[in-house]
């Protein structure tokens, strides 16, 4: 989670929502890293969970993750939450819940419904301090 | 819908499930097109809608479309409904309900949801029958 919050941080110096995402292997080897970037990319999609798995399935060459670990620092929307479960994702650990736009734990709640089909483990709460401090921080700034 | 049909064609011809999509600006311009391209890509957010939402912000650099139009041959899923959320959609056409997988009418129906901050005017069953049959006949050779 150390490295998804130094991606979250690289993502608040870019002006974009300060969240990271890290893809990690069943031996701990990391896959791939990523911050938000919507705006830089102009894509909507950009969330650093999309872009941490989409890099580790290119890395892989391969559609499915089931071997793999996301550490997210926020909970996952229903967007990335879906792409969690169409990778096969393992174990989902994130930061902070998020009563705005999360799926996990509120809205959606994805990974009970009966349309997904694979759900990982879920460990919430993971590095919460740091990552909700990083959050709070930037939209202060931008009110 | 015609097009988006020609790209679940061209889609299912690549042994990709045939689905697609078309991305129409508020003057009628087609502003992206795309099928879907999981196994392609081993992207599992290669999904007809991202790429086309995708390739539509690309072409007008911006995170959000509020003047387009989706046009998908299939009930979006989870993760497509939220990125059509995203990028501010203005209407949704879609073929075939989706009971497995859809997110629209299914399981989460996401654009109802209190963390669902933009729905577009929704239109379902366009197009229904040629779609279905795309569907139908792909999965019954795959059996």
């Not at 292997?25 to 950009?46: F, H, I, K, Q």
Request: net charge neutral.
């Amino acid at each position: 989670m150390g490295l998804a919050l130094v991606e979250a941080e690289a993502a608040r110096d870019l002006g974009e929502v300060p969240i990271g995402a890290v893809v990690v292997s069943a031996g701990g080897e990391v896959l791939a890293r990523a911050g938000n970037r919507t705006l830089a990319l102009a894509d909507p999609t950009a969330h650093a969970e999309m872009l941490a798995i989409r890099a580790a399935c290119a890395s892989l060459r391969s559609e499915r993750l089931p071997t793999c670990d996301l550490y997210v620092t926020l909970e996952p929307c229903a967007m990335c939450a879906a792409a969690i479960s169409f990778a096969r994702i393992r174990r989902l650990y994130f930061g902070p819940s998020d009563p705005k736009g999360g799926a996990v734990e509120h809205g959606p709640r994805f990974f009970t419904q009966a349309t997904c089909h694979h759900a990982p483990e879920v460990y919430g709460g993971i590095g919460e301090a740091q990552s909700a401090s990083l959050l709070k921080a930037f939209f202060a700034a931008r009110r």
